[in-house]
């Protein structure tokens, strides 16, 4: 094994970096080179004749406000030569997720020399950044996303798309934690009503694998069900339904019995 090989399996092996994300970069050329600047500062180079140059020595936006706020956390879009997440972690920025938009360039980066970045996640598509979204980002006050130098430049619909869902992100868990505290005593006051119940019955996990293969029919409370009752009938032979407190009481009428029944807040 070579050394570079030999470095990019030990920087993968020591970063938190998803199954997704590692067989992109695993599997992807690598884009561009690692040049330095004529004070000696290493940076990406993707284009010699234009000069266009990832993670060069800019002074980064908002730095002084995100040192202010210590509950701040920050998605920088763009791993570059990780010198944008260095200087946020040594201004005492809490960096949340690594968001590179070219496995071509993580590839570069795993293979340049040993990483320093830690436990820190690093993504490359926006469902992975979803799906990590609580776990790293919690219901943190601010949240800000911050190009590494060069990045905004070169990948501005990227970057766009990004922006666009760390915004929903950020309300949706606005929104689910006001619906907590809104609604955290009522939610305790069900379970405590039903615990007796809860005792008689199976624990829907000691059905975890049996429906493997088995076709899932998912019934809500849209305004087609009333016409697509009787497909509905059918479908509860042929697969698994699933149905909600709204979409129960019209399959109740129609004399439908859903194999799943999910009571909400009940």
């Known amino acids: 094994m070579n050394l570079t090989k030999a470095i990019f399996n030990d920087n993968l092996e020591h970063s938190c970096v998803s199954e997704v994300t590692l067989e992109k970069i695993s599997n992807t050329a690598l884009r561009g080179r690692v040049g330095r600047t004529i004070d000696g500062w290493p940076v990406i180079v993707l284009d010699e004749e234009a000069q266009i140059c990832l993670d060069t020595p800019f002074p980064l936006p908002r730095l002084d406000e995100l040192k ?48 320093d970045l830690g436990e820190i996640p690093v993504v490359t598509s926006l469902q992975e950044l979803e799906s990590l979204w609580l776990s790293v980002m919690g219901v943190a006050g601010m949240i800000q996303v911050v190009p590494t130098p060069g990045y905004r430049e070169v990948f501005t619909e990227e970057l766009e798309a990004v922006l666009t869902r760390v915004r929903l992100l950020v309300d949706r868990v606005a929104v689910d934690d006001a619906t907590v505290r809104g609604r955290g005593r009522h939610w ?13 019955v199976p624990s829907l996990n000691q059905l975890e694998g049996t429906c493997r293969g088995v076709p899932a029919f998912i019934v809500g409370a849209g ?43 009940c």
């Open 188 to 200: 305790i006051r069900d379970i405590l009503d039903n615990v007796e119940f809860m005792h008689q």
């Open 223 to 265: 305004p087609s069900l009333e016409k697509n009752l009787a497909l509905i009938g059918k479908a509860v032979g042929r697969g698994v339904v699933f149905a909600v407190n709204s979409s129960g009481r019209a399959l109740e009428r129609a004399g439908i019995v859903p194999q799943f029944f999910g009571c909400l807040e």
């Open 68 to 115: 202010a706020d210590r509950e701040a956390k920050v998605v920088v879009f763009g791993l570059g030569l990780g010198h944008t997440v260095r200087t946020l972690l040594a201004a005492g920025v809490e960096v949340a997720a690594i968001y590179e938009p070219d496995p071509g360039i993580a590839r570069l980066y795993f293979e340049y020399g040993p990483s």
